[in-house]
């Protein structure tokens, strides 16, 4: 089974608090996301990773950035934390396909993080 | 650029009946497939359903399937025989080829099924 691992369920930090969120999938798979999920706006993309010490600005990366060492790692990193950034993170992973049938993308359980 | 609507933040359906989420797509891409997925209240992400762009007959796993209509540009899902295990939230999303593996999200419906 794929597995996807996210570091904390959930986490309270302070307003201006550097905050490092961390993934880790164990499937050997190139891409990695980073998601935040909101009321009535869905999940919306921060971050996404297509190999290591590669990344790209999803839909939303304001506030936001990421950090690829390895390939099994992938963190966010909320560099002074606000309170708009309290929210539902999602990390996800999926392999490389040209078969967009193989595009599936796996999920962590999700780090739902306040900022007080 | 793609976008995901779904217009029905909320349904209710009885138990063991069917039930249908609506989900329309926007993009200029002919390449493109289609995911359903679900969000029970502990807050992982279920992969439900997939439908290639090119896929000429509707995807079907078990209970679910998709209603792709290509022209009208909908992708729903129909789930039968409605649980109460089926309540949760149900996200539709989109991914283009060459798009550098990259979902589009629309808002999601709440599912609540009832007794």
């Known amino acids: 089974d794929v597995k996807v691992t996210q570091s904390s369920r959930y986490l309270v930090k302070r307003t201006g608090e550097k905050v490092f969120l961390e993934c880790v999938q164990d499937m050997d798979h190139e891409n990695m996301f980073w998601y935040r999920q909101d009321p009535g706006l869905g999940l919306r993309l921060i971050y996404f990773s297509y190999d290591v010490k590669m990344k790209e600005k999803g839909d939303i990366p304001e506030g936001y950035s990421v950090s690829r060492e390895k390939k099994e790692r992938f963190s966010l990193i909320l560099e002074s934390a606000s309170t708009n950034q309290t929210s539902m993170y999602l990390c996800?992973?999926?392999?490389?396909?040209?078969?967009?049938?193989?595009?599936?993308?796996?999920f962590g359980p999700g780090t739902r993080l306040t900022v007080t | 650029a793609q976008k995901i609507t779904q217009t029905q933040p909320g349904m209710f359906v009885q138990e063991k009946e069917a039930v249908t989420l609506d989900c329309t797509y926007d993009t200029s891409d002919q390449s493109y497939g289609l995911f359903w997925y679900k969000q029970p209240s502990s807050g992982e992400m279920i992969f439900l359903i997939y439908?290639?762009?090119?896929?000429?007959q509707n995807a079907t796993e078990g209970r679910y399937s998709l209603n792709f209509q290509k022209a009208r540009k909908s992708a729903n899902l129909v789930i039968s025989a409605s649980q109460l295990g089926d309540s949760a939230m149900y996200f539709c999303a989109m991914i283009l080829t060459g798009g550098g593996n990259k979902l589009t999200f629309g808002t999601g419906t709440q599912l609540k099924v009832e007794l």
């Open positions: 996800a992973s999926s392999p490389v396909s040209h078969d967009v049938g193989s595009y599936e993308q796996y």
């Open positions: 439908q290639g762009s090119y896929d000429e």
